[in-house]
């Protein structure tokens, strides 16, 4: 193990802990930088063990623009969401449908499920142990269910393959 | 306070209340625990950004530099939020709280509770 990995075993987590130390203190004075570097350094240290080894994100100007995709997905699902909501209670068509996965690793899964809890009207529900399907709730479904089966697929999951590079 | 200033943060606090307000209209209304989660995971995003962009706004004009917190604020419920969501639906679904007559697939409740893949499909 070389020096770099010992003492930094997850650099990109040290970074985001000081910028985030940075952002909550509102200040980019030297103490408080000392200070956000010593709790980077340290509290990586102390997680490394519980580490699972994860895919990369491998293109991150495309995990951008997911991100600004996702985020107006956002405004757009709760819009929908909130017309759902005030409307008459018989036009709520709820349903649970299982949706295949080609991701097999936890992060990308993970990514993915949070995405679908954010955008129009899909919770997901469970993740099966081989890792093959997740499970969602959706809030208005259309009558063939493909049709939300292909829009996670195809929206966000080949997304996620391409970040991940798996 | 410049007039515009003022106009545009409080119609991005009317926007966001708003939304906060049918989050909660949707805790009321909706008829059982699963189509209820739908309603504060969505609908309170929306209403928290508008909310978080105000203050912003407000802040920056009131001291004249860019408060970041809203920023963290909004990382932090983005993070968290679908995390809550997913582990009420997982509880619900070992519960097997009754759900609305008409949800349909109501078969992949059994499956799901197990971690185990769906049945296969009758053909209709």
Redesign the interface.
Known sequence: MNLRSRWLPMPFHSLLLLV?WL??N?SVSLGHIILGSVLAICIPLICAPLQVPQPRIVRPFRAFRYVLMVLGD??V???Q??LL??GP?RR???????VPLDLDTTLPITVL??????TP?T????????R??L?V?V?D?PED?QQIINLIKQRYEAAIKEIFAC | MNFWVELLISSLLLLGGL?VL??S??LI????L??R???P???T???LGGILVGSMVYMSHQYGHL???E??ITLFL??T???T??IL??V??HHEVT??K?????R??T???M????EEQEKQ
């Not at chain 1, 499920?113 to 954010?118: G, K, N, P, Y």
């Not at chain 1, 919770?123 to 081989?130: G, I, M, N, Q």
């Not at chain 2, 209304?29 to 059982?32: A, F, G, I």
């Open positions: 985030v952002m909550l509102g956002i405004v699902a709760n819009i969401v909130a909501v005030v209670m709520i068509k709820p349903g649970f449908v299982a499920a949070s995405t679908v809890t954010m009207g919770v997901s529900a469970e993740v099966t142990k081989d093959k399907w499970y709730h809030l479904m269910e | 939304f049918v989050g209209i949707g209304r909706l008829k059982d699963y189509v989660l739908h309603a995971t969505k609908a995003t929306l209403g408060t970041i917190h920023l963290l983005v993070i939020a679908p995390v969501a997913h639906a997982k619900a679904l759900m609305m008409r949800t349909r697939n109501q992949h409740v499956t799901a509770r971690q185990l893949p769906p």
